[in-house]
């Protein structure tokens, strides 16, 4: 069975190296060509204006002691589907990104890719009823 991520373009923003490593590993198992990974903010935001193509996100939270709101927003107003990751909780992230899904660390490599392919069908309804 094709993974929904097969042929996707999904960008990683982790600045943690041994996630970030088996993130792509998991992303490339499922199909996916691999933006990045990149590590920061800055990084993150720079690869969202430069890179042609990106299909989705995985974010996770917090970069370094910065938390990625910038890059939920850049990617929010791009109209780029993403998911966060996180190993604190919510980070009140509920209440802010309401309809962005928050895979809690350590999580199952199963349980990212059904939360992109949901991000992802999610936007794609948005853009056929707009």
Request: one cysteine or more; charged letters at 25%; glycine letters at 6%.
């Amino acid at each position: 069975m094709t993974s929904p991520l097969h042929d996707r373009h999904i960008l990683v923003v982790e600045d943690e190296y041994a996630v970030a490593a088996s993130l792509v590993a998991a992303l490339e198992v499922f199909g996916s060509a691999v933006v990045g990974p990149v590590p920061s903010v800055e990084k993150a935001l720079e690869a969202i204006e430069t890179e042609p193509l990106i299909d989705a996100a995985i974010v996770d939270v917090n970069l370094r002691g910065v938390m990625a709101h910038a890059v939920a927003e850049r990617l929010l107003a791009r109209n780029i589907p993403f998911v966060f990751t996180s190993g604190y909780g919510h980070d009140g992230l509920r209440e802010r990104y309401p309809k962005i899904r928050n895979c809690q660390k350590p999580y199952a490599f199963g349980e990212i890719e059904q939360a992109l392919a949901s991000a992802m069908r999610e936007a794609a309804r948005h853009v056929k009823s707009a």
